[in-house]
């Protein structure tokens, strides 16, 4: 398994403000994932970060509005910029461990409120 | 339609009882299969994983899957109010890094 710890664990912050989101890891790992989940929803990916290159990110969000740093092989930071009160939501880091790198473990998650 | 679809709920059962909890899904390259338990205002904590058909078995927990069907199930024995949470069903392929999850079911065990 793999443990992930994530900073801050929740935050109420005002619109038109940035806020970083950190995520450790106590291995180290190839990909480091964020998710978005809003209210009452599923996990949405946001972008695939690989040490070294640029993340990936999916369909409906860009790298502007949600720019990623991974700087080393057991971190990652997530930052929401600009943020309006449609970013109010609970962002999660997730990695993959076991023994075949299939399982997928989450982070307690940052659940941001944006006012 | 969605790739996975699961049934929201919620669910209520009564201490003791068996919860049921399923998903349905249309990717046939769908190989690796996971649920999660997600307890509120915290993050998803993986609770069984299973690579192709078949059933497991871990404690109080049995996750079975049958791809014949695209259908996965989880099964709660001798339920506990502990218990209560959101599940969520996911799966991927096997050269696929992205998981595809169902909404996730709530569910409450009454004392």
């Known amino acids: 398994s793999a443990v992930i710890s994530q900073k801050p664990s929740r935050d109420i912050c005002q619109r038109g403000t940035s806020l970083t989101i950190q995520c450790q890891v106590d291995?180290?790992?190839?990909?480091m994932f964020w998710y978005r989940q809003q209210p009452g929803q599923s996990l949405t990916l946001i972008a695939t970060?690989?040490?070294?290159?640029?993340?990936?990110?999916e369909s409906g969000f860009v790298i502007d509005k949600f720019p990623i740093s991974r700087p080393n092989l057991t971190f990652s930071t997530l930052t929401v910029s600009n943020m309006s009160p449609e970013d109010s939501s609970i962002y999660l880091c997730?990695?993959?461990?076991?023994?075949?790198?299939?399982?997928?473990?989450f982070g307690q998650g940052t659940r941001l409120t944006v006012v | 339609q969605k790739e996975v679809e699961q049934d929201p709920g919620p669910l209520s059962v009564p201490e003791g009882a068996i919860v049921s909890l399923n998903c349905t899904y249309s990717?046939?390259?769908?190989?690796?299969f996971m649920w999660y338990r997600q307890y509120s205002r915290k993050g998803p904590e993986l609770l069984m994983y299973?690579?192709?058909?078949g059933n497991k078995e871990d404690g109080r927990f049995t996750a079975q899957v049958d791809k014949s069907s695209k259908y996965i199930s989880l099964f709660i024995r001798d339920s506990q109010p502990s218990d209560s949470a959101t599940y969520l069903c996911?799966?991927?392929?096997?050269?696929?890094?992205?998981?595809?999850f169902g909404a996730g079911t709530t569910v409450t065990v009454r004392a």
């Open positions: 997730s990695v993959e461990a076991g023994p075949m790198n299939t399982e997928a473990f």
């Open positions: 291995s180290q790992v190839t990909m």
């Open positions: 970060a690989n040490q070294g290159s640029e993340a990936t990110y």
């Open positions: 990717n046939s390259a769908f190989q690796y």
């Open positions: 299973t690579y192709s058909s």
């Open positions: 996911a799966m991927r392929a096997h050269d696929d890094y992205k998981l595809s």
